[in-house]
């Protein structure tokens, strides 16, 4: 991904805040060439056996995810295989009228993070646990992040059941670009003019989200965020 200076992340947290906070990712990875790339949408977490710090690159990290069986995608796959995650945080059109000055260009402002790595398969074992194992871990991260506790215990025979169906994986994560395109180029008013109409957005989650993360850009010449 091009990542022009001004939009480079100001630090590492907020590359692992865009994967927490928006974990459906598009995974993209070469296929047959009659077939082209493959991409499919799903959803990610952390490994959560892993610790410690992130690095800047996110290189070193393991992601975990799964898809259908019956997806060609997941056919086309071979273990070892290189693949490219792409997350997309708050975006939100920047009209010129909000600049208050001429001449002046429309943009879209917006946040992503692309993610690469190796992918590497679970294969079923004679019970399918570590599969099994991938689908609680994420339930348990979704939960924790989004949801509202939900117990699963009296699941676990449903789990078991949809399980051959399920491709779980791993990716062994060998570096990160994020993208953080918030107005950086502006004078320090015309961007607060952006941030604040965007903050003013009721009816949009997405623009409120991006007006929080404005609100967190260092100051010009700073090179870390508050």
């Not at 796959?77 to 001429?102: E, I, K």
């Not at 074992?125 to 215990?153: H, P």
């Not at 965007?198 to 609100?215: I, K, P, Q, T």
Request: hydrophobic share 40%.
């Amino acid at each position: 991904m091009f990542v022009p200076a001004p939009y480079r992340q100001p630090s590492a947290p907020w590359m692992v805040d865009i994967l927490r906070g928006n974990p459906l990712a598009l995974m993209v990875s070469n296929g047959p060439r009659e077939a082209g790339p493959y991409a499919t949408h799903l959803p990610v977490i952390q490994d959560p056996t892993m610790t410690g710090d992130w690095a800047a690159d996110l290189s070193g990290a393991r992601l975990l995810g799964h898809m259908n069986r019956a997806n060609p995608h997941w056919k086309a796959l071979d273990d070892g295989a290189q693949v490219l995650l792409t997350f997309t945080g708050p975006h939100a059109y920047v009209s010129p009228t909000v600049y208050q000055q001429t001449p002046s260009a429309p943009t879209w402002n917006f946040t992503s993070v692309h993610v690469h790595g190796v992918l590497r398969k679970i294969e079923h074992d004679q019970a399918g646990e570590e599969t099994l194992e991938l689908v609680r871990s994420t339930v348990r991260a979704f939960e924790a992040d989004f949801g509202d506790a939900w117990d699963m215990s009296d699941s676990q025979d449903y789990f078991r059941k949809i399980l051959p169906a399920v491709g779980g994986f791993r990716i062994d994560v060998s570096g990160a670009e994020g993208m953080f395109k918030l107005s950086q180029e502006q004078d320090p008013h015309v961007r607060e003019r952006v941030r604040e109409s965007f903050a003013a957005r009721s009816d949009s989650g997405r623009h409120r989200e991006a007006a929080r993360l404005m609100g967190k850009l260092p100051p010009p010449g700073c090179p870390h965020a508050a």
